[in-house]
């Protein structure tokens, strides 16, 4: 179940810049806009379950935008005409790309079970003090010191 969420959600944000860079600037058509969709949200979730567990995000994350650069370029040739098809693949990539940092922490958390942060362990703890009051610990001290004095 947690696949097929994490699925629509990559479905649906990849949907929302295609069909708002290529359907606005490019003038494609809805059913290839969907299409356009579907391609890339299929072949980039595939590796998102199978490789991104195995290689860091941060080259995940490079991976990707160099995918999505492919993808679109090649898709954008194919599917939509009459248009320049470099400026609005990397301008897709640059959007989907920062998107995906954010989608690869809800993947490693969510789908793969790994959590992104440790909790450090040993000396690097929160340690507690007695003293509660400041003024009446330099009280206290003052009151030693004059009777060492006497």
Known sequence: MNIL???VIKFVFISVFTFG???IFAGATI???L???IVVTAVS???DVFILPRISQALAGFADAGGFFIMYAVLGGLVVQGTTVLLPALVAMLFIGASEAVYHMYV???VHDQPRVQTPIGDLLTEMSEEEDIEKLLENEAD???GRED
């Open 144 to 146: 030693e010191e004059e």
């Open 45 to 47: 979730f595939i590796g």
């Open 21 to 23: 860079i290529y359907g």
């Open 108 to 110: 490693m958390d969510v």
């Open 35 to 37: 299409l356009m969709s």
């Open 5 to 7: 969420k994490a699925f």
């Open 31 to 33: 059913s290839r806009l």
